[in-house]
Structures are given as structure tokens and as C-alpha cells.
């Protein structure tokens, strides 16, 4: 009974009437008939099986939930990675940042350390020559008292106060003239007799070829007499190869790169004179001021040039 129930269900008849209409379908990716009449299998061809799905058929849209979460899933993994990412960007500025500051912070303590020890030793050396103008003084009354009371003894005073004023004076040592000029102060000049090595410490009085570079900005600098280093000085370089005060003549050179014909035939063959007001170590011979390297390069399109260097006054 179950099977003429099953035979004669709406389902058996779907299934005769889809058997039947398979074997005149021009579409190869019919259903595969075999030697029943009655029997329809599914093929591989006839809809796509999921483990985890129900079976649909090749022209069923795919649910859109899965879909979703999918593209949920990217949004998500995406913004986690942007989030980290900024934070990574933001954690390293920030990091950069005090590192600056606490180089500056240590560069004007240093700085201002230096300008106390210098008046300290100028309030040490006026108490000194106040001194000696008092002991001086002191003496010259005491001859003056002793030659009022024995005049005949006043040509020898004289000579004996005349000697040991001479004495103290050997024995003062004279202050060199090098610290009596502040290197700020010295204007580059050409000299009007041949420099000689011996007046600029035996270095080259000619170099046909040198490096030089801008002062990077945001470092703060000191001169060789301790004064702040300015920026806007066209005439400051720091070297190690020329003694400090020295003055310098600056020649660009071809071999511009960056430029373009017309940009290097307005800075090549270009001229400057610098003075050397501080000793700096770097991997250029050179370091200008910024004002000084815009006279003979451009200035933030060119980071290295090359120049020739002549020594046109020794220190002062």
C-alpha cells in the first residue's frame, strides 16, 4: 500500500513528468537518465552541493547573509589594521619629538653654562687687576712718603720702583690676541701681501676641490668666542681644515646635477667670502650658514655642492 501511496503522490508524477522531459533537452547539462523511466538522479551538473547549505539550483542567487559577513569580516580586519597603523605613526612622532626637545633642552643648558664660566673668569680677572692697581698704588704712596723723608735716597727709590714695576710687568702674561678679537665680530678681507702656511698653521692655501652643505636647521650652534650662531650670517662657515678667523674665498664648481642648464649657468663660476668662526666635525669639508650657501647654490634644491677654496686672509 505504501508503495502505490508513493506512486501516485504528486511527487512520483514531478519526477515521471522531469525524466521524460530529460530526454528531449538540448541542454547538455540536463539530468543523466538511466535505465528506469521512473528514476531521476541529480547529477554533478544539476546544483551545486554545500556541506553546511541546502541544495540549490544553478540559476538560485547564493544567500546574501554569507555574503555579508564576509564583507564584514574585510571592513573589520581593515580597520584594525588602519587603527594599528595610525597608532604606530602617531606613537613615533611622538617619540621624535621629545627626543628633539630634550636635545635642545641640553644644548641650552650646555650654552649657558659656557657664558656663566666666561663671566666668571672676567669678574675673576677684573678682581685681579683691581688688586694690583691697589698694590701698586700702596707702593707708589710708600715711595712717595719715603722719598719725602730721606731725599737723598730718592734717585735710587726711583730706580728701584722703576725696576720692579718692569718686573711685574715680565711676569704678567700678555693676553693673546686672538681672545682680545671675538670671532663674530671679524669681516672677511683679502689680504695685500701672499698668506703663508705658517700663518694659517701649515694648512693648504689652495684647495681645488671641496664638498660643502648647508647647517642643517633646527641644531643649535655656538661660535669659537661662545656666541650664538645665526643663521642669517652670509658669512659664517664652520671647518676643521683652516684655522678659526680665517678668511675664505668660495668658488662654485661645475657638476650640478639636480639643476638645469639655465640654474647652473647662473650659479656656477659664482663667488663668496666667508670667515671661519667655529670648528665642526662632518662628512663635508664645509658647513655654511644658509644666507652664505644661497649665494653661490640654491638653497633646499641642492644639499651637497662642490667648491674651490683660497685662504685670502690669515686670523686676526
Sequence with gaps: MATRASLSSPDFEWMSYSASMSQHSPDPRGAHDFSSPQIRVRGANDFRQYSNQRLRLPNERPPLGPRLRRLFGAILTLAVLGGIGVAVYFGVTELLDEDETSTTQVAETAQQAQTESTEEAAAQSDSSDQTDAAAATAQSEAQDADASAEPQDSTAQSAQAGQTQTAQAEAQPAEPEAQA????????????????????????????????????????????????YDPTEPTTVFTSRWPVGTTLRLTRLPGATLLTDEEQAEVVGSEALVVVRATESSNTDLQLSPAAFSLIAFYGTERIIAVRVEVTAPPP
Excluded: F, K, Y
Excluded at 683679502?190 to 693648504?204: D, K, L, R
Design 181 to 228: 678679537v671675538a670671532v663674530s665680530s671679524i669681516e672677511p678681507s683679502v689680504a695685500e701681501e701672499q698668506v703663508t702656511p705658517a700663518q694659517i698653521n701649515g694648512a693648504e692655501i689652495v684647495a681645488d676641490r671641496a664638498t660643502a652643505e648647508p647647517i642643517p636647521s633646527g641644531i643649535p650652534r655656538t661660535l669659537a668666542d661662545g656666541e650664538s
